[in-house]
Every structure is written in structure tokens, then in C-alpha cells.
């Protein structure tokens, strides 16, 4: 497949974006932002409903509804928003290993193999980066987000990366030890996709796949 990088407009050559990078910014990245606002905007108008009640306790309740709500959103659009990159990041490498005349394969991993292979070096995010994302990312489709599942007798499991919560404030608060390990054990049950965990994801995604094809590019012209 050949991709333009360069294109003249009047007098000036100008640099292309590649078309991953593209789709990402207008797709994935838009989306999200998208719903990230509309979800804001929800949860400042629940607050704002909230400060309008005559009972004090009923205000507070209300806000931490309204604050709960939008976190869990917050937190189900990033998961789909992962699920999205993933799902694209995997054409990518369908798309070089065919061009390449080889087996395509399902997943991840065997297509950046096969793509590693034939250059001689991985890149530069390793395989096993992916890897956690792909798994992640089936853990939102097939099993609701849990950090294990069994897919037929395999037990499946989310690195522990993807799990960690962060109980820091929890621990402030001076709860009885007993109650942050419920605490703990319960959250930890099920996916924590940071927004850190999903930007980074975005930014090693694009390099990963800029870089695949500067060096087939490379290599094809040798």
C-alpha cells in the first residue's frame, strides 16, 4: 500500500499525518472528548440541582450521586474508548503482515511477532505492552470488565497494572483495617483504566504503528 507523507500546497511541501494517527485524532480521540464534556456538563447540572434542596442531607446526597454517576460513565467511556484503539491498532498489523505475503493471524501478539521478525527488532513499545492491551480490551467485551474469566478452559487474567486502585484518600479517612481490605478486594475485581493508562495507550499505539511502517518502508526500498 502506498501512503502519501508529503504533499505540496501552493509553494510549500507539507507533512501528512499518517492515516493511523488520523483516524485516532478524528475517531477515538474526538469521541472521547466528546463524551467526556457531555458527561461534565451532566454532572454540573446534577450539582447544581443538588444545591437547590432544602434539606442539607439530601444535598449531600444528591451531590455524591451526581459525582458517582459521572465517574462510572467516565469510566465505561474510557473502556470503550480502549476497546476502540485496540480493535484498530490490530488492523494496522492485519494490513503490514498482508502486504508482507504473510499468514495473518488473529490478535495481537502473532502479527507483531511475524512484523518483528522480518525487521529483526521490536520497536519501540515491546510486544508484551500489547499484549495487557489486547487483554484488557477482551476483558470489556467478553467477561464485563472483570480482571478474570475463563475462555473455554483458559483462565484469563488482567495484568495487575490494570487492576491497582489508588485508596490513598480511603486511607485519610482512618476506616478500620478490615473495611479497606473489603474495599480493596472488591475494587480490585474489576478493570481500573486510568485516563493516564488509556493516554498512554493512545501515544504508544500511533508510534508503534508510524514505526512499523517507516521500516517496511525502508526495507521495501532497499
Partial sequence: MVRLKKLYIGRKLLDLPHPFEEEVNCLVRTNYDLLCEAISRTEQEGLLAAEQLEDPNDVGDAMVDAKSS?????????????????????????????????????GVVPNMQTLNDVLGEQGPAPVAFFQDLETVRDSIIHADSNVE???????????????????EALEKLKLPEETLREIRENAMAQINLTEQHLQEAIAKSVEQVKWYDARLGQMGAN
Fill in 149 to 167: 474469566w475463563m475462555r473455554g478452559k483458559e483462565l484469563r487474567r488482567v495484568p495487575q497494572k490494570y487492576r491497582e486502585v489508588n485508596l
Fill in 70 to 106: 459521572a465517574d462510572e460513565l467516565r469510566r465505561e467511556v474510557r473502556g470503550l474508548t480502549l476497546v476502540s484503539l485496540v480493535t484498530r491498532f490490530q488492523h494496522w498489523l492485519r494490513v503490514f503482515v498482508g502486504e508482507l505475503n504473510k499468514k495473518v493471524a488473529n
